[in-house]
């Protein structure tokens, strides 16, 4: 029986799947749109994602995963099913050999909960792998040497933090904090300061436009648009890269925390490995300016950012299904949580 091989980088934000002997084949927003009369997805992804904040009232825009788990089984396994369809175009989903990948601090029901909304897609076997090591062998690091590895996640809905050594995780910290986090703390810096209520989409489009983690030479500006709070009309602001630096600052803070305590964790043989490897950043919270050398000044580390930081997750499923003799015990990982 002809068999296809796919893995998937199930995100908060973003979906991406890899077919063996293809590469990259999808990339699509994690969103469904359902209308609410019928409780049937009338899209998902891309097209879902244009309607969030457009809709009327008999549709809604749904994410079915929040901070990096599903957070609606059904809506995330309709989701899958649509995906996994569109990628293998019209192939048998029962066919399907899905690797997907989940993060390191999920529980064991969360787990379980992945694994049946993609059998509930169809899909027969599917494997788990945990997202900090797949992302550490998306980018190319040497993740089976006997050597200290640190790599930082930076997704939607989480960020993982982890110390690979040997192809196990030495020490690990997963927390929900992640871009959804970052465009949050935007729309509640904005609707405290100014009394305008902006979306979640015009927060991302201020972050990636004018966002930053680190100073920098100079101050750029964006005009936001959004609605008074106070006389419910509309009204256009001016904001600046420093005031979206100061609405990131505290859950900047936290990926702060949780990478020095991932590293009070860590032998010291392999912190001095780390120390001269250097921190490999992954995720598109790598893209957010600065951000490689906000950790750089906190931990006194060379800081990279991976060459194509969104594709990591996804490519390192891909070079398991590639190579799943060399790369098999990476999927029954068993992980130290702090």
Same mark, same amino acid.
């Given at each position: ?39 049937? *997805?009338?899209?998902? @992804?891309?097209?879902?994602? !244009? ?16 901070? +990096? ?19 293998? &175009? @019209?192939?048998?989903?029962?066919? *399907? &050999? ?5 993060? /390191?601090?999920?529980? *064991? ?10 059998? $509930? ?9 945990? %997202? ?26 989480? #960020? ?28 509640? =810096?904005?609707?405290? $300061? ?14 990636? +436009?004018?966002? /930053?983690?680190?100073?920098?030479? #100079? ?12 006389? +419910? ?9 420093? !005031? ?17 305590? #991932? ?19 992954? @995720? ?30 996804? %490519? ?10 060399? =790369? !098999?015990?990476?999927?029954?990982? %068993?992980? $130290?949580?702090?």
């Amino acid at each position: 029986m002809f068999t296809r091989y796919i893995g998937i980088d199930l995100g908060t934000a973003n979906t991406l799947i890899y077919a063996r002997g293809r590469g990259i084949i999808m990339r699509e927003p994690s969103v469904v749109a359902v209308n609410t009369r019928t409780d049937q *997805a009338c899209s998902v @992804g891309k097209e879902a994602k !244009e309607i969030i904040g457009r809709t009327p009232g008999s549709v809604i825009a749904v994410k079915p995963l929040k901070d +990096g788990v599903i957070a609606d089984f059904d809506i995330a396994a309709t989701m899958l099913q649509e995906l996994i369809k569109k990628a293998l &175009r @019209g192939s048998l989903i029962k066919r *399907a &050999r899905v690797i997907i990948c989940i993060p /390191s601090g999920v529980t *064991a029901v969360e787990r379980r909960a992945v694994k049946e909304a993609a059998e $509930k897609a169809g899909a027969r076997p599917v494997q788990l792998v945990s %997202e900090p090591v797949a992302a550490a062998l998306g980018a190319g690091l040497p993740i089976l040497d006997p050597t200290g590895t640190m790599v930082i996640d930076i997704g939607g809905g989480t #960020t993982e933090i982890a110390v690979i050594s040997m192809g196990g995780i030495v020490s690990a910290k997963s927390i929900r904090v992640g871009g959804d986090a970052f465009d949050q703390a935007i729309v509640n =810096y904005i609707r405290k $300061k100014y009394s305008l209520l902006i979306g979640e989409r015009t927060a991302e489009s201020v972050k990636i +436009g004018i966002g /930053s983690a680190f100073p920098e030479a #100079t101050v750029s500006e964006m005009e936001v648009r959004g609605r008074n709070l106070l006389n +419910g009309l509309p009204e256009n602001i001016m904001i600046t890269s420093e !005031e979206v630096r100061e609405a990131l600052y505290e859950p900047l803070c936290d990926v702060m925390d949780a990478i020095r305590e #991932t590293l009070a964790h860590t032998p010291p043989e392999l912190s001095a490995d780390v120390i001269e490897q250097g921190i490999t950043l992954t @995720g598109g919270g790598a893209l957010l300016r600065g951000m490689d050398k906000l950790i750089n000044r906190e931990t006194g580390m060379p800081v990279y950012v991976a060459e194509y930081p969104l594709d990591c997750v996804a %490519e390192g499923t891909g070079k398991i299904l590639e190579n799943p003799e060399e =790369y !098999e015990d990476l999927l029954t990982e %068993e992980i $130290k949580y702090y």
